[in-house]
């Protein structure tokens, strides 16, 4: 290729990722999902440094609270009125300040299991908690109800607790680290090994092309997730373990891909005159082929994030994912289920993450499979 031919051939890529960018600028659910991703991403690298709690602090006095509760309040005579709210998971009283900071857990005067009730002493005033029957009834010791202040903000734990005192927040955004280095790693390297791999094949061509998609074939034949656990049942359950069981069987799809790609590209003018000027395969590949093919590549690597994210998620959640106290989003999970009709906001914020992630990651490579498709110019 001339000189003159090289520099428009650039310009023309230049042209058309602008016209990319432009478009997909204007898909309003791809755009909120990547300020979703870029926003998670910060607060799962620099979220855990901004709180005093960590991901394995336990504090049993304080397990299962929730984020929000309903606070009752107390006047005792010559001292600050005391604001408190009851646990309806285990019956517990629990100290508020008045700005919604968990002071701890108020003591016991006298239980009757006869009656089903706790009592509790403030200074001249007893606070009974009637568990004859559903729902339970905190009341005063002539049996009225108490009058409550309204419903607080747990300022102690955003997110509450969960049955060991740990703070759900912190574990939440710790999970966000493991599922995304997961996703990330696991994807990178399904980019490097099939983009090579299906260029390859698809580039020689003939009984080599054969060959190498009947090993793909074979690959793909075996369920996925079967894959995965034989794999992780050899090196043990794991943070690497999790990462070389999906990066050596998630390249299977980009390989295809590229493989289809290349075979339509590597007929074209450009590559035949790249042929006869002494460029190599290698040359060929990288200078030419791929990057011709990268709109569908980055299509492909987008959407794989997603899978490798719900992969790893059930990895964890049935006990094969990373080691205690470590936290992922499937291991919060499979965590809540066993508190679930108790505490439901223990599965509502990790379900929640994982649901929000993937849908963002899906919705970033819908926009950008229609922005790179040359048929949508308008759109």
């Known amino acids: 290729m001339s000189k003159t031919e090289t520099n428009q051939s650039l310009e023309d890529s230049a042209g058309y990722w602008q016209e990319v960018r432009s478009r997909l600028w204007h898909k309003k659910p791809a755009m909120f999902s990547v300020a979703f991703i870029i926003l998670l991403i910060i607060a799962a690298i620099i979220g855990p440094f901004l709180t005093k709690h960590t991901y394995y602090d336990q504090n049993l006095k304080l397990s299962n609270i929730a984020p929000y509760f309903e606070v009752y309040k107390i006047n005792q005579q010559d001292q600050e009125p005391t604001y408190f709210f009851m646990n309806q998971g285990n019956f517990k009283l629990y100290q508020v300040n008045e700005q919604g900071e968990l002071q701890g857990i108020l003591r016991t005067k006298r239980k009757d299991m006869l009656k089903k009730r706790n009592i509790y002493q403030f200074d001249q005033t007893k606070i009974i908690v009637d568990y004859a029957s559903l ?203 066993e508190t679930l009709r108790a505490y439901p906001y223990q599965l509502f914020f990790p379900a929640t993450a994982i649901s929000l992630t993937m849908f963002a990651f899906n919705f970033l490579g819908d926009g950008l499979r229609d922005a790179m498709d040359p048929k949508l110019k308008t759109s």
């Open 135 to 337: 729902p339970v009834k905190l009341v005063d010791i002539e049996g009225a109800p108490l009058a409550s202040e309204g419903t607080w903000l747990n300022a102690s734990y955003m997110f509450g607790t969960d049955s060991l005192g740990r703070d759900i927040l912190v574990r939440l955004l710790y999970g966000a680290r493991i599922s995304l280095t997961v996703a990330f790693v696991a994807t990178f390297v399904n980019f490097f090994i099939g983009i090579f791999y299906g260029g390859i094949s698809g580039y020689i061509g003939g009984m080599t092309d054969n060959i190498m998609m009947r090993i793909v074939e074979i690959i793909s034949t075996i369920p996925l997730t079967l894959y995965v656990i034989l794999i992780m049942v050899v090196l043990e359950s794991g943070l690497l373990a999790i990462i070389i069981a999906i990066g050596s069987v998630f390249w299977v799809d980009m390989a295809r891909i590229v493989r289809g790609q290349v075979l339509s590209l590597k007929t074209l003018d450009y590559v035949a005159s790249a042929r006869s000027m002494g460029a190599n395969m290698y040359q060929i590949l990288v200078g030419h082929l791929l990057p011709n093919a990268m709109g569908p590549i980055l299509v492909t690597m987008t959407l794989l994030i997603p899978s490798a994210i719900f992969i790893e998620s059930f990895m964890s959640f049935i006990g094969l994912g990373v080691s205690v106290p470590m936290a992922s989003w499937g291991t919060l999970t499979a965590e809540a289920v």
